[in-house]
């Protein structure tokens, strides 16, 4: 059973920090590249950050550049978001992505459930 279970979410206030996990099982985590989405409320779901299976290239959103780094560690299967510097506009449900282009074109792409941010004072 494919799992993406994602915790570290809560509430903080402005020019806080937060670091999210998502720890993957039941797919090889290695072969995946690994994403963290966002969507507030009447908003679209947008990417936030990326990086590559063996976590050697990574991209950002304009919004959360030098502010949020995503990191993986594939012996525990699990890919982090920190989150430094909040902003109230970072409140938001952050899902975890797994994605895995096909050769034969396609991709093959798992999501987690999400877990609220919020960010006030």
């Known amino acids: 059973q494919v799992q993406l279970v994602e915790s570290g979410g809560g509430l903080v206030q402005p020019g806080g920090s937060l670091r999210l996990s998502c720890v993957a099982s039941?797919?090889?985590?290695?072969?995946?590249?690994m994403s963290w989405y966002r969507q507030a409320p009447g908003k679209e779901r947008e990417l936030v950050a990326a990086?590559?299976?063996?976590?050697?290239?990574?991209n950002y959103a304009d919004s959360v550049k030098g502010r949020f780094t995503i990191s993986r560690d594939n012996a525990k299967n699990t890919v982090y978001l920190q989150m430094n510097s909040l902003k109230p506009e970072d409140t938001a449900v952050y899902y975890c992505?797994?994605?895995?282009?096909?050769?034969?074109?396609?991709?093959?792409?798992?999501w987690g459930q999400g877990t609220q941010v919020t960010v006030s004072s």
């Open positions: 990086v590559t299976s063996a976590g050697g290239r990574t």
């Open positions: 992505n797994a994605e895995r282009v096909l050769i034969l074109g396609g991709a093959q792409t798992f």
């Open positions: 039941g797919f090889t985590f290695s072969m995946y590249a």
